[in-house]
């Protein structure tokens, strides 16, 4: 079984790629810069007005300000080509939006800076998920597909499979059970690729 669960926490000096397993806070690479160029590019209302920032380190923002805090409609793009594009609120990704690096592509919503709601994860190399997030984590209801062909569709806790799943193989047998941190565990059962129903059980991913 694939593993892409991958550490992402932006840097100080840099903007890496996200990753599964620790969405941490994406918005700590720009909060603490200061603007080089500030130009108005044109007043919304009294309180909202559209601005274009540009960073001593080559960093591009462009979307809403309230106050002088991004909040509303934005994008940002990085050096390294790194970039999001979507809502802000409070200086935060925060809503509905896209962010884009060189190895995947996350759409779905944020809070805080973080990944929280429903959303789905491209990778460029065929991987996918789709479900939800709770604090930058995979959490509730999801599906994982490896660009090996297996698949988990179920429940998660805390960017693993925890709970009632299916988990696919690749040569067509098909486990339903329970699982918790990420290993079966419990009774299951195997629906094999030749029309077998097997009665299994397994504790901590190993059959017993």
């Not at 559209?50 to 409609?73: A, V």
């Not at 609120?89 to 962010?99: E, I, V």
């Not at 925890?162 to 690749?170: I, S, V």
């Amino acid at each position: 079984m694939g593993n892409n669960q991958d550490c992402c926490n932006f840097e100080e000096a840099h903007a890496p790629q996200l990753s599964v397993k620790n969405n941490k806070e994406i918005e700590d690479y720009y909060k603490s810069k200061t603007p080089a160029n500030i130009s108005t590019i044109g007043t919304i209302d009294e309180m909202k007005e559209t601005r274009r920032f540009e960073y001593e380190d080559g960093t591009i923002y462009e979307g809403e300000f309230i106050n002088d805090t991004r909040h509303g409609q934005g994008k940002i793009i990085y050096p390294d080509g790194v970039k999001y594009h979507g809502e802000f609120k409070n200086d935060q990704f925060d809503g509905f939006g896209t962010f884009i690096s060189q190895e995947m592509t996350y759409k779905g919503n944020f809070k805080e800076g973080l990944y929280d709601g429903r959303g789905t994860e491209y990778w460029n190399d065929g991987t996918l998920y789709d479900g939800f997030y709770k604090n930058g984590l995979k959490h509730g209801e999801g599906k994982y597909e490896w660009n090996d062909g297996e698949k988990y569709e179920g429940m998660w806790r805390d960017d693993m499979m925890h709970g009632m799943g299916k988990f696919f193989e690749t040569n067509g047998d098909v486990f339903i059970g329970r699982f918790v941190r990420g290993k079966r565990h419990g009774k299951g059962t195997m629906n094999t690729a030749d029309g077998q129903f097997l009665q299994w059980s397994y504790e901590n991913g190993l059959r017993v």
